[in-house]
C-alpha cells in the first residue's frame, strides 16, 4: 500500500502558493482530510508485531497527537480567519503528514 497521490497534491498545492496570503482556510482543510485519510489507513493496520503490514503502537500515538494539533490549528484558522492561524495550520498538517511512515 503506498501513499494516495491526494496528500502530496494538497501539501505541494499549500507550499506552492507565492504568498501565504493566498492559502485559504479551505485548502488548508483540504490537506488535513487527505493527511488524515493516509493516517487512518496507517493506522488500522493491525498493531505490530502482527504479520505483515503493521503499524507501530508509539507511531500511532505520534499521529493521533498531530492529528489533534492540526484539527485544533484548522478550526483556530475556520474561526478567527486571520492569516498568522492560517499559517499555523499549514505547518501543523505538514507536521501531521511527516510522522506518517510511507506503506508499501
Known amino acids: 500500500m503506498t501513499r494516495p497521490i491526494t496528500i502530496g497534491a494538497a501539501l505541494l498545492g499549500?507550499?506552492?502558493c507565492a504568498q501565504p496570503a493566498q492559502?485559504?482556510?479551505a485548502q488548508v482543510a483540504v490537506a488535513?482530510?487527505?493527511?488524515d485519510q493516509v493516517a487512518l489507513q496507517y493506522v488500522d493496520l493491525p498493531r505490530?508485531?502482527?504479520?505483515?503490514?503493521?503499524?507501530?503502537p508509539a507511531t500511532v500515538?505520534?499521529?493521533?497527537?498531530a492529528a489533534a494539533k492540526a484539527?485544533?490549528?484548522v478550526k483556530a484558522a475556520e474561526a478567527s480567519g486571520a492569516q498568522?492561524?492560517?499559517?499555523?495550520a499549514v505547518s501543523a498538517v505538514g507536521a501531521l503528514s511527516a510522522v506518517i511512515?510511507?506503506?508499501?
Open 14 to 16: 499549500l507550499a506552492a
Open 23 to 25: 492559502t485559504t482556510v
Open 32 to 35: 488535513l482530510t487527505a493527511a
Open 48 to 56: 505490530c508485531p502482527a504479520a505483515g503490514a503493521c503499524s507501530d
Open 61 to 65: 500515538a505520534r499521529i493521533k497527537d
Open 71 to 73: 484539527y485544533g490549528a
Open 84 to 88: 498568522g492561524d492560517i499559517t499555523l
Open 101 to 104: 511512515p510511507a506503506t508499501k
